[in-house]
């Protein structure tokens, strides 16, 4: 970074670096430091996956907002960035925010790598968010089978709200057990 100021990749795995080693504040500020090397020139990629970074550093440290400023960028830099419309997607469908646009932004994912278990849980959850129970369903079974034998507890947990919201409570109630044996500590 000394020698080569303009070199973002220098920024982009320093800070990662400094992630890895709880240092989220000193991580957040090289990132920062590498926007204002931004020009022109720059690798539109690399400025994507380091406005990604920030976002997901933000939202980690409950701010929203910021992070969605910096997902926003990032997609202005890569429309295509699959990371970033899944976690921009599946965070406002949190907060039960834009459910129309995360939709077509987790629907670009799905298109994009249709055996990506977070990506097709992605978007059965934000079909479940929007009250389509029936097509949510169908995405989540297809998570639940890409997911095949390393299953995430959140998935299951979203696999049982969709099949109790189906009409099917005894196997919604299965899989809620499992998401507890898995570790998953939702109310």
């Known amino acids: 970074i000394e020698y080569s100021p303009e070199g973002l990749d220098f920024y982009y795995y320093r800070a990662i670096g400094l992630y890895q080693l709880g240092m989220k504040e000193e991580a957040l500020a090289t990132y920062r430091k590498a926007t204002q090397q931004i020009t022109s020139g720059s690798n539109t990629e690399m400025v994507s996956d380091i406005y990604t970074a920030m976002g997901d550093l933000y939202h980690e440290e409950g701010n929203p907002e910021q992070a969605y400023l910096c997902y926003d960028s990032a997609l202005v830099y890569n429309p295509s960035n699959i990371l970033v419309l899944n976690n921009y ?83 919604a109630i299965e899989y809620w057990q499992k998401a507890l044996e898995l570790g998953n500590e939702s109310e």
């Open 89 to 171: 997607a599946y965070y406002l469908s949190l907060e039960r925010k834009e459910l129309d646009r995360a939709e077509e932004m987790s629907y670009r994912t799905v298109k994009a790598e249709p055996n990506n278990a977070t990506y097709l849980d992605t978007y059965a959850w934000i079909l479940f968010e929007k009250g389509n129970y029936a097509e949510a369903r169908i995405y989540i079974d297809e998570a639940m089978k890409a997911e095949e034998g390393n299953q995430s507890d959140v998935v299951v947990e979203h696999c049982g709200d969709i099949y109790y919201m189906n009409g099917e409570h005894e196997k």
